[in-house]
C-alpha cells in the first residue's frame, strides 16, 4: 500500500497553493506542523472487553483530522497506525534492518486518507509477535497482551519527502493475540522478454512472452527481501532480450549499455541485450549487489521433441506440455502446461513415451501457495497441495515451477 498514493501525494503538494497565481496575498495558507495534542485519537469502543485477533477481521479506529496550513485550508493528509506492546514510541521497528535492539513500537503498512480504518487484526498480530519476538511457547498467547496504538498524520509531495507531520495521542485496548510462522521472504524473481525469449512479441502474457526466471539451489536469500542469484539457462539466437522486474512495468529493467557485456539497470534508453552468437548461455542476476552476466553455458543440452506431466490424475500417462520458446529460430528448453491436482495425487514430469528422461524430487512453498523445486532423473514423486497450477519446466536445469492458478 506504500507505493500507490502518489496521485494522493501530488493533490497534497499542489493544494498548498490555492488562491491565485498572479497575486501573493498575505490570506494564502502556509504549510504547519501541527501543535502536539492537537491531533486526537478516539478511544476504541471495546472497553475492557479483549479482542481475538484470530477471529476478528479488523480492529476500528477513528481520529480528528489535523490543521497542517494556517489559515486552516483543505490537505490530502496520509495517516499509519503504529503500534506498541510498552506504550513507549521512541524507536520504530525496521524489517530490513540487521538489528532492532530497542524497537518499541512497529509501524502498520497500511497508509489511510480518511479518518477512519478498519486496522487489520493480522497486521497488528504480526507486527506483535516481531517486535516482542513471541514464540508459539509465549503466555501472550493464552493469557492476551494489552496494544498501545497511536497514529502519525503527514503530508507528502510527488518525490514522497514529508512537508510536516504529527503523531496522535495513545490509546489502548486488549487483544489476543495468537501465534503465526513467520516466514522468510520468496525470492525476488525477475522477468525475461525480448526477441530471444518465448513468442518473442515483448508482451507482459508470463510464460509465453516474459519467462520468470530460476533460483539456484542451495543458495541462501536474503530472508528479508529475497534477494540473492536468480539464473536461466537456454538458447539465445541474437534477436535480443532484457529483464524487467515485474510483468506489468518497465520501471525496473536491465538493459545493454554501449556493448555486450556492458549492461545498465534503469536506463530507459538501453539497448536490448544482444548475444555475439547464437547458442546457449547463462544469465545471470545478483538482485543484491545489481550485477548481471550472460555467459555461454558449456555443454550441448539433449533436445526433445516434447514433454510430458504424468501422474495419477491422468493414470500415469503423457499429458502434453507446451514449449515456451516459438519464435523463428528457437530451440526451447521451456515447457508449460496446466494441470489440477488432487489430494494425496502425486505427479512427475517425463518424455513422451518413455522414462528415460524423467525429474522428480522435493519442492519449497511459496507464500502465495505456488511451489518450486530442482529435479533430478528419477527423483521422489512430486506432492503438491490440491489445487490447479501453472505448471513450468526447463529441462537443461530440470527447475519446476508449479503456479497456483
Given amino acids: 500500500m506504500k507505493k500507490i498514493f502518489s496521485f494522493a501525494m501530488m493533490l497534497a503538494a499542489t493544494s498548498l497553493a490555492f488562491i491565485s497565481c498572479d497575486k501573493d496575498d ?37 481520529w480528528s483530522q489535523p490543521q497542517f496550513t494556517d489559515p486552516n485550508a483543505p490537505v490530502v493528509a496520509n495517516y499509519q497506525v503504529q503500534v506498541s506492546s510498552t506504550g513507549s514510541f521512541t524507536k520504530a521497528f525496521d524489517e530490513l534492518a540487521e538489528d532492532n535492539t530497542g524497537a518499541d513500537y512497529f509501524p502498520l503498512e497500511e497508509i489511510y486518507t480518511s479518518c477512519t480504518a478498519e486496522v487489520s487484526a493480522t497486521a497488528i498480530d504480526k507486527a506483535l509477535e516481531m517486535l516482542n519476538g513471541w514464540d508459539v511457547t509465549s503466555p501472550a498467547f493464552t493469557d492476551g497482551a494489552t496494544v498501545y496504538a ?40 525477475w522477468y525475461l ?16 512472452s516474459s519467462y520468470p526466471m530460476q533460483t539456484v539451489a542451495d543458495y541462501e536469500y536474503d530472508t528479508k527481501t529475497g534477494a540473492g542469484l536468480i539464473t536461466w539457462t537456454g538458447y539465445l539466437a541474437g534477436n535480443g532480450f532484457k529483464l524487467k522486474h515485474t510483468l506489468d512495468s518497465w520501471d525496473e529493467q536491465w538493459g545493454q549499455g554501449d556493448s555486450f557485456g556492458s549492461f545498465v539497470k534503469n536506463d530507459g534508453g538501453s539497448g ?7 547458442g546457449y548461455y547463462t544469465i545471470t542476476l545478483n538482485t543484491e549487489k545489481d550485477e548481471l552476466t550472460v555467459e555461454k553455458y558449456e555443454g550441448t543440452p539433449a533436445v526433445f521433441s516434447g514433454m510430458c506431466i504424468a501422474g495419477h490424475f491422468n493414470e500415469w500417462g503423457d499429458t502434453e506440455m507446451k514449449p515456451v520458446h516459438t519464435y523463428d529460430g528457437a530451440i526451447n528448453h521451456d515447457w508449460v502446461a496446466s494441470v489440477t491436482i488432487g489430494d494425496g495425487q502425486a505427479i512427475k514430469i517425463k518424455e513422451p513415451g518413455s ?48 503456479v497456483l492458478q
Fill in 26 to 62: 498575505e490570506s494564502n495558507p502556509i504549510l504547519v506542523s501541527p501543535a502536539e495534542g492537537s491531533f486526537i485519537v478516539n478511544t476504541p469502543v471495546y472497553g475492557s472487553s479483549q479482542i481475538d485477533l484470530k477471529t476478528s477481521n479488523a480492529v476500528a479506529m477513528s
Fill in 355 to 402: 522414462w528415460d528422461y524423467n525429474s522428480g524430487g522435493d519442492v519449497l512453498e511459496t507464500a502465495d501457495g505456488s511451489f518450486y523445486g530442482y529435479g533430478t532423473n528419477g527423483g521422489a514423486d512430486i506432492y503438491l497441495t490440491p489445487g490447479n497450477y501453472l505448471v513450468i519446466y526447463n529441462d537443461i536445469t530440470r527447475f519446476y515451477r508449479f
Fill in 193 to 208: 522478454i525480448g526477441g530471444d525469449i518465448g513468442d518473442g512479441k515483448w508482451s507482459s502474457d508470463m510464460p509465453t
Fill in 272 to 278: 536490448n541485450i544482444t548475444v555475439p552468437e547464437p
Fill in 150 to 189: 497511536r497514529v502519525l498524520a503527514f503530508v507528502q509531495n510527488a518525490s514522497f519527502d514529508k512537508l510536516a507531520s504529527v503523531a496522535s495521542n495513545v490509546v489502548n485496548f486488549n487483544v489476543l493475540p495468537y501465534y503465526i510462522e513467520l516466514k522468510a521472504a520468496d525470492p525476488d524473481i
